[in-house]
């Protein structure tokens, strides 16, 4: 067949480990042999960020904005290990934070379902999405240890040098604190994507927090959703016959449960990280989940929502067989092609897209798999592949459809 065009670039992140070989295969083996592939490169390895001081993951978040729609590879946050392993300046921060900062955007996790690797809760028919609020809470904490017998106190001073004051304990001894923040403009940022975002997929989005117990900061929350819901998105989302309702976190979570799933559910920034984990492992595998940053602005950034596999990494080093499954990579990619042939009106773009996620679902189901997939599969007998001989399979299921 003759290649795909493209006519406006996607911003290219690359990353770390595991993820940064199979980054190269997916390309190679499902990506050039049938798409005149346009990217603008951002090398966000470690080696490259610790280079740069770090702009380079800022300059790939610009580039984001410019051009609307982004992929990214998996990449290492640093902690102390790290800093000795590869002899960092300092310890970075997580480039998903300031990523998600740059573009103020809310994360939307949905897990990949296919017949044979079922979920653990059987009446979830369908997958559940999380949008996960992508900034503040603990993630831009202020943490101190208290030494000794002492008050802590809570302490906002204005501009005008007026204060508020709120006595946070009085220790009697040795003791910890911890400031969180969040701004209105995120959180009225957060509850437009989510709104947005419900409306494309025509699907009901519940949002929950804690406000019984935290009366103000996460009442704030409840209410600007509420306010925003009321004058913007009520009369769309009854045209579209899709409904918003909020709920107390722990309601949520007992629903949650019992629900067949097929709906959006909003969370707090460390909520939503939590439930991400336990609905993508429930469904089977992070290796199976999605994971889009949305900015109301309607910028895109595409990744899987899974971490580098640095275990398979090191086998790979010493070279040992690994089995990595890479299914979330190449749906960053398919996610991200096909968000640009909508924006560039190119829907031999978007058919592609749909076409390698299927020519991925055929080969699952077809019984050839990763080792993690096999291990869970109700699929007898599965035919258990390495890291690359599944990307090559996934190729010649691809190269079936078009045929």
């Known amino acids: 067949m003759e290649k795909i065009k493209m006519t406006t670039p996607l911003v290219e992140m690359d990353g770390d480990e595991m993820t940064r070989i199979l980054w190269k295969i997916i390309k190679d083996e499902l990506l050039h042999p049938f798409i005149d592939l346009k990217t603008e490169y951002y090398d966000l390895g470690l080696a490259y960020r610790n280079e740069t001081d770090d702009q380079v993951t800022i300059d790939s978040a610009e580039a984001t904005k410019k051009y609307g729609v982004a992929v990214k590879c998996a990449t290492i946050t640093p902690n102390a290990a790290r800093v000795s392993e590869y002899s960092l300046k300092e310890m970075w921060k997580s480039p998903n934070g300031t990523i998600r900062a740059i573009l103020d ?45 002492g008050k802590a106190e809570l302490v906002y001073t204005a501009k005008d040098g007026s204060q508020i004051k709120e006595t946070i304990f009085d220790f009697e001894g040795p003791g910890i604190i911890q400031g969180q923040h969040n701004t209105v403009k995120s959180i009225e ?36 959703f509420q306010e925003i819901f009321d004058k913007e998105y009520k009369e769309k989302f009854e045209a579209a016959g899709i409904t918003y309702f909020y709920t107390l976190i722990d309601d949520a979570v007992a629903r949650v449960m019992k629900s067949k799933g097929g709906f959006i559910w909003a969370c707090k920034n460390y909520d939503g990280d939590v439930m991400s984990d336990m609905i993508s492992s429930a469904f089977g595998s992070l290796a199976m989940m999605t994971s889009v940053l949305v900015s109301p ?15 398979h990494y090191y086998k790979h080093l010493n070279g040992e067989e690994t089995s990595t499954n890479s299914v979330a990579t190449i749906f960053a990619w398919t996610g991200a092609l096909r968000k640009r042939g909508e924006l560039d009106s190119l829907p031999e773009l978007m058919t592609f897209a749909d076409n390698l996620e299927k020519a991925c679902v055929d080969t699952i189901e077809s019984g050839r798999m990763t080792k993690d997939l096999a291990l869970i599969t109700q699929i007898e007998n599965p035919t258990v592949l ?9 190729r010649k299921s691809l190269e079936k459809v078009y045929a």
Do not use: M
């Not at 949008?131 to 208290?146: L, M, Q, S, T, W």
């Open 386 to 394: 390495n890291s690359e001989d599944f990307i090559k399979e996934i």
């Open 189 to 224: 940022s957060f509850a437009r994507s989510c709104f947005t975002y419900a409306l494309d997929q025509k699907q009901e989005l519940w949002f929950a927090t804690k406000d019984t117990i935290s009366k103000k900061y996460d009442h704030t929350f409840k209410d600007i």
């Open 105 to 149: 955007g809310t994360v939307f996790r949905t897990p990949i379902k296919v017949k044979g690797i079922e979920p653990c809760v059987s009446n979830w028919e369908q997958p559940i999405t999380i949008a996960r609020h992508a900034y503040g809470d603990v993630y831009k904490n202020v943490e101190i240890k208290i030494p000794e017998a």
């Open 297 to 311: 602005e309607g910028y895109y950034e595409y990744e899987a929502a899974h971490g580098t596999v640095q275990r």
